[in-house]
C-alpha cells in the first residue's frame, strides 16, 4: 500500500490512543511470551489460548487437549502445568496440544489488541518471516511493546526497532516512536545481547536463575511461522499466510 503507517506503542498504556482501524498490530513480549509462542506453535502445539488473568486460564481446567499455563512476575503459578519459558515449549510437552496461557504482560496486551484488523506475534525466533510477511500485508501497522506492567522495556523497544529497519521503504509514515525505536537499535549494533544486560527485565529474570531463558529469547530465525489470533485462538501461518501444519525440524 502506498505510504503505510508504522507506527510502535512502547506500553499498553498507550494502546487506547492509537487507531487501529486497517492495522496489523504485532504483540512483542521478548522475555519471554512471544518468544514462547513462537517455539510452541513451530513445535507443533495445535492453538495457543492467550487469557489475561489467572482464572479465566483455570476455567479451561479439565478440557481434553488443555494445556494451563501462568505466569507472574516471571515464576510459574503454583497449580498450572507451566508457564512461559521457552523450555516449557517443546515438541513433547506441547504437540498436538492446546495451550491456555496467562502472563504478566503479553497475554495482556494481545487482549488490548482485539480491535485490530490483524494480531500477530512477533519475536527475535521469527523476525525475519514476520517482517516477510508484514511486507505482504495491505495494512498500516502497529508494533506494541508489552512492557512490564505498563512501564516500557528495554527489550521490546528495541525488537520493535528492529522490525521498524528492515520493513519500512522510502514512502513509510514512521510516527516518533518508530523513529527512537529504530535508532535504538541501530545504536545496539549487532551485541544485542550486551545491549541488553542491564535492562531491568533482564536483571528480574537473572535474579530468579533464568539468564538461560534470555540467552534462547534473543536467537534469530530459528523458527518461521508467524502467530495469527484468528477467534480468540493464536495459530501459525506460513510467509504465505496458509496455516503451518509442520513443525520445526528435529
Known sequence: MDSRKIQVCLSPALLPFYDKENTVAVVIDIFRASSSICYGLA???????PVAEVDECRAYEG???CLLAA????EVVPGFDFGNSPFSYTADQVKGKTVVLTTTNGTRAIQQ?????TVAIGSFLNITALVEWLRGQNRHVLLVCAGWKNHASLEDSLFAGAVVARLKTSDSLLDDSAQ???????EAGKDIAGYLHNSA???????LDLA???AFCLQQDLVSIIPVLRNGRLVGLSTEGEVAMTGIPA
Do not use: P, T, V, Y
Request: aromatic fraction near 2%; proline fraction near 0%.
Open 43 to 49: 513445535n507443533g502445539a495445535e492453538a495457543i489460548i
Open 63 to 65: 478440557r481434553r487437549g
Open 71 to 74: 505466569e507472574r512476575n516471571g
Open 113 to 117: 489488541c482485539l480491535d485490530a484488523s
Open 180 to 186: 527512537m525505536a529504530a535508532a535504538l537499535f541501530a
Open 201 to 207: 527485565h533482564a536483571q528480574r529474570m537473572r535474579h
Open 212 to 214: 538461560k531463558d534470555i
